[in-house]
């Protein structure tokens, strides 16, 4: 079999590819060497956003369609996307009021009609809950709205789709080599299949140029590897609203809400050589400390962190000397020389879609195909949800046993899907044995069958997010549970929700 597509790479930006390409009829290959979203695409800062702070570097391109692509998604995928608001002080800040304001009416106005609210510049504060919160909760402060994302679910749940449209998702399936004959691909795989394919996707995130070495194609040069990291504390704020802070070196540092009683702050930006060097710095640790503390009323030292996550983002190299300032966009290049080979470059987690009807359209021309708009007003698997509040209130009401922190976090996990999921569980016990935290049989055997998890890394801390705060020997129950499906000889079906 020719394959129209093989996709290298299980991040955001070749799921999505996958899900545009397999919508429109393609016969679709993904490879992944790792778990889908198992580096950069799950250590973003879990925003769906336009990027306010882009604004300052003039890229209002970017930032009108992050605003326009924030708004489909918040309806395509509503469980796994939700309305943040935002609080922005402005004390410590390196930019004048007059400024952050006219950003942030630009901000409302750049992306077209928003269902979300408008920006307020309120100056004086008097809320309680933020007065407690704050050092300096008398200083002017800013008010406006984003959106939160499980990333690492939406990076899975456009492969689900994708699968469900006939594409194959290999996962810990590695590119060993390829040839081009007859302007066609032959690709070795590690799972010991030799593949052709009419076209290839360089979608490999920050490993896109040793990938073009791999290809044969010329990988000079033009990426630039930038460490973003995060630390997890225990909750410095009450609330679901979020903070942006601005920091005296003018970089902008997030404070979250993350779990039930976490806070999440991010990030860096901290130029780096190799995609391995991924692991957080005690220098960056200190940094992020420091930015949360120069706001907070309840101070934090490295000694309160409790876990910290990093991931190297691959950003186009535009000549900037700054890592802050290197742009976000996006760049796609096309080589037709032999085997039509696109390559992509930079991106983020809300632009992906738009990126991926981008590819689709340079690639139709060298695949024959007119490619149609198949995904602007298509919900993700689960996502057929009015209002997450009735949905979540159905969940609830059908399955009482769950409790409602387990009923909350699966509805947002699976959405509608859940259905699927529990339509024969009439009891705590139809779910099988709880390993701990909440997690049962039942869903494991779902994240196993239908979501390609294969390690305890991919249920607890990409399917889930359980692993933070789990007891220790949650993993190790978890990774017996598997060896045991393994020895069973259990072989997973491709997804097909």
Known sequence: MVHDLLIVGGGINGTAIAREAALNGLSVLLVEKDDLAAHTSSASTKLIHGGLRYLEYYEF????????????????????????????PHAHAVRPWWLVRLGLLLYDTIGGRSSLPRSRGDGLIDAKELTAQLKNPLGHHFFYWDCAVDDARLTLFNAVDAAANGAEIATRTALLRADIKDRLCHAMLSDGRTIMARAVVNAAGPWVEQLLHTLGADGRNRIRLVRGSHIIVPRLFAGEHAYMLQQPDRRIVFAIPYGHDSTLIGTTDIAVDTPEQV????????????????????????????????????????????????????????????????????????????????????????????????????????????????????????????????????????????????????????????????????????MVTREWARAAEDILWRRSKLGLGADPSLERRVTEWLSKRARSGFAPPQPRP
């Open 61 to 88: 391109r970017l930032v009108r369609e992050a605003l326009k692509e924030r708004e489909l998604l918040l309806h395509a995928a509503p469980h796994l996307i939700r309305p943040m608001q935002f609080v922005l």
């Open 279 to 446: 692991a957080i710095s005690e220098e960056e640790i200190s940094y992020l400390c420091a930015a949360a503390n120069r706001y907070f009323a309840r101070q934090i030292a490295p000694g309160d962190v409790v876990a910290t996550y990093s991931g190297v983002r691959p950003l186009y190299d535009d000549g900037t000397s700054d890592a802050k300032a290197v742009t976000r966009d996006y760049v796609l290049e096309l080589d037709d020389s032999g085997a039509p080979l696109l390559s992509v470059f930079g991106g983020k987690i809300t632009t992906a879609r738009h990126l991926a009807e981008e590819a689709l359209g340079k690639l139709g021309p060298v695949l024959e195909l007119t490619p149609r708009v198949v995904t602007r007003a298509r919900a993700f698997p689960g996502g057929d949800i009015a209002h997450f509040s009735d949905f979540l209130a159905e969940v609830r009401t059908q399955w009482p046993f769950l409790g409602d922190a387990r009923a909350e976090r699966m509805a947002r996990a699976y959405g509608t899907l859940l259905r699927d999921m529990l339509a024969e569980v009439a009891a705590e016990a139809d779910m099988g044995e709880d390993l701990g935290a909440g997690l049962t049989e039942i869903e494991l055997e779902w």
